[in-house]
């Protein structure tokens, strides 16, 4: 299949004029102003700035705010939205996941890719961490390069396990190579918007050789590790029949838990996995939606973050969540935590960290996303919260309003890489008709393919 070309980024300057400015830097610091964004990067902050713009965004009794950063998603999964209800992860994954990702094509996963694409720009996402399947990673890389977003990716790596599909069931040689091969075209791709990822799917598919290979290539490539850990009891179980001991004591004894391991989930964790994940510079992804549809539980995050744990915040895949909404999650997470630990842990100002820098920290890119402030990149979403729900708005709290009011209805533009890819609630790097129809057409065939 053929896939549209990306054109040379423009220099312009834009101002977003008489926002309502949510940092979210060291002081979470709420101002009112004009942001100046110089090509890719801000340029300013303050007063006034707008006689320096090439093109100026009217943000008044508007919210700007960095753009969301999702830590854990499955773009190639989108397609799957609604086929794997009700179930418990061991057999969600044996049941329904695996025999579909098995069936993908490279215009499935393609379509696939843009149909989470265009549901996350929507929402406020502006960077997302993902973990595509066996085959076909190509067409989620252009899926990706297409729709301006940022992300961080790579096809899953599975050489191991019981009741895999044939399609999905890898030979070690060809997983690492067929991985570099993709590290080396894509890692640094659309001006250093898109970054490569290993991603061993979790311990039980995958070989010892598999593992300890990928060490090494992260080490030498420099790039992060990407992989599930202790998200259900009965995966727990499977690990240490087969390793004998523990997810996270095993990928410790191997000598992968480093700082560029992310870990998604990590709810079933004991007291020695904690000190090791703390003690290894280890990073953590929370998906409250997908951990409490798929019952597999609730992870202690209040607990990591006192131990100094970086949680970022990801709504994992559309077949367990249903929906890829970052505003969602952070009510989840918010509000689960509250039920065991009191109302008062979990606040506002906390979460949208999680959903903002907690998320960047989480990557490895603190440095250049998750904050407006001069020097970073502008990956920005501007909010319109002049509606019933989100009102009255008189000496009320800012960061109250968006974390448990506002929703993704409310996004009106967003920015990623000094470049306009929403304007006006309308994505604008995606054909809208042409994904839908596309990802009706090609799941139709997908399940032809099934029988």
């Not at 075209?185 to 311990?203: D, E, H, L, M, T």
Request: some cysteine; hydrophobic content about 40%.
């Amino acid at each position: 299949m053929t896939f549209r070309f990306e054109g040379e980024k423009g220099m312009a300057k834009t101002v977003f004029r008489n926002a309502t400015i949510m940092t979210m830097n060291d002081n979470n610091d709420v101002i009112f102003g004009d942001v100046l964004v110089d090509g890719n990067r801000i340029a300013g902050i303050g007063p006034d700035l707008g006689a320096e713009a090439d093109r100026v965004i009217e943000a008044r009794g508007k919210v700007l705010l960095p753009g969301f950063v999702q830590t854990h998603i499955h773009l190639c999964q989108t397609l799957f939205r609604g086929r794997a209800d009700d179930l418990a992860l061991i057999d969600w994954l044996r049941k329904r996941i695996w025999p579909l990702e098995a069936a993908h094509s490279e215009e499935s996963v393609y379509y696939s890719a843009l149909l989470g694409l265009g549901e996350l720009i929507r929402s406020g996402t502006t960077t997302v961490l993902d973990m595509e399947t066996v085959h076909h990673t190509e067409s989620a890389f252009h899926a990706i390069r297409e729709s301006g977003i940022r992300a961080i990716s790579g096809k899953v790596m599975m050489d191991h396990g019981t009741e895999v599909p044939l399609p999905l069931q890898e030979d070690t040689d060809r997983s690492l190579r067929e991985s570099v091969d993709l590290l080396e075209k894509w890692n640094g791709a659309a001006n250093g918007r898109i970054q490569y990822a290993f991603c061993p799917r979790f311990v039980v598919s995958c070989t010892e050789r598999l593992l300890t290979e990928v060490r090494d290539l992260s080490a030498q490539y420099g790039v992060r590790v990407h992989t599930h850990a202790s998200e259900n009891r009965e995966e727990i179980a499977l690990v240490e029949a087969e390793r004998g001991m523990r997810n996270v004591v095993y990928l410790d004894h191997i000598g992968l838990a480093r700082p560029n391991l992310i870990l998604a989930h990590s709810i079933w964790l004991d007291e020695e996995e904690k000190r090791i994940i703390r003690e290894r510079g280890v990073k953590v992804t929370h998906c409250p939606g997908s951990n409490l549809k798929l019952a597999s539980g609730i992870a202690e995050v209040p607990d990591l973050l006192e131990r100094g744990i970086p949680v970022g915040l990801g709504a994992d895949g559309a077949p367990c969540n249903n929906n890829l909404d970052m505003f969602q999650e952070m009510r989840l997470t918010a509000f689960i935590q509250k039920v065991r630990h009191g109302p008062t842990v979990m606040d506002a100002p906390t979460v949208l960290r999680m959903a903002t820098m907690g998320g960047a920290e989480v990557l490895g890119l603190a440095n250049e996303i998750g904050s407006i402030e001069p020097g970073k990149l502008a990956d920005l979403q501007l909010l319109d919260l002049e509606d019933f729900h989100t009102f009255p708005s008189y000496d009320a709290d800012l960061f109250s309003r968006v974390v448990y009011a506002a929703t993704r209805g409310d996004v009106d533009t967003v920015m990623i890489d000094g470049e306009i890819v929403m304007s006006g609630k309308r994505v604008i790097t995606i054909d809208r008709e042409e994904t839908l129809k596309g990802a009706d057409r090609s799941l139709k065939a997908l399940l032809a393919r099934i029988g």
